[in-house]
């Protein structure tokens, strides 16, 4: 079975900038589409950004789009969503999560594994 591990969340200052990675142990994700998602308190997950096969397309939420950008290294077996500029709305726990494909890349119905999740916060 996929296990998928998300890191590089943190504690960031209006402004600044991390880099989350997912990767897999034990399988590749060569064949997978790799989707992130967002969860915070009270809200519903909504989907940042997804990535397809061979890095062939990318997509984005209209919220993030020009400070986010998502690419994957299939030799290091890793998705990368870079976020510059955040903001304190970004803040949530972040979601990695691995898609064969069909239907629409920003519902999480859609998605077949999903990692434990990261938190990011970003506050002064």
């Known amino acids: 079975q996929v296990q998928l591990v998300e890191s590089g969340g943190g504690l960031v200052q209006p402004g600044g900038s991390l880099r989350l990675s997912c990767t897999d142990s034990?399988?590749?994700?060569?064949?997978?589409?790799i989707g992130w998602f967002r969860q915070a308190p009270g809200k519903e997950r909504e989907g940042v950004s997804c990535?397809?096969?061979?890095?062939?397309?990318?997509d984005y939420a209209e919220s993030v789009k020009g400070r986010f950008t998502i690419s994957r290294d299939n030799a290091k077996n890793t998705v990368y969503l870079q976020m510059n500029s955040l903001k304190p709305e970004d803040t949530a726990v972040y979601y990695c999560?691995?898609?064969?494909?069909?239907?629409?890349?920003?519902?999480?119905?859609?998605?077949?594994?999903w990692g434990q999740g990261t938190q990011v916060t970003v506050s002064s």
């Open positions: 990535i397809g096969v061979g890095a062939s397309s990318t």
């Open positions: 999560a691995a898609w064969v494909g069909g239907g629409t890349w920003d519902e999480p119905e859609q998605y077949d594994y």
């Open positions: 034990g399988f590749t994700l060569d064949y997978y589409a």
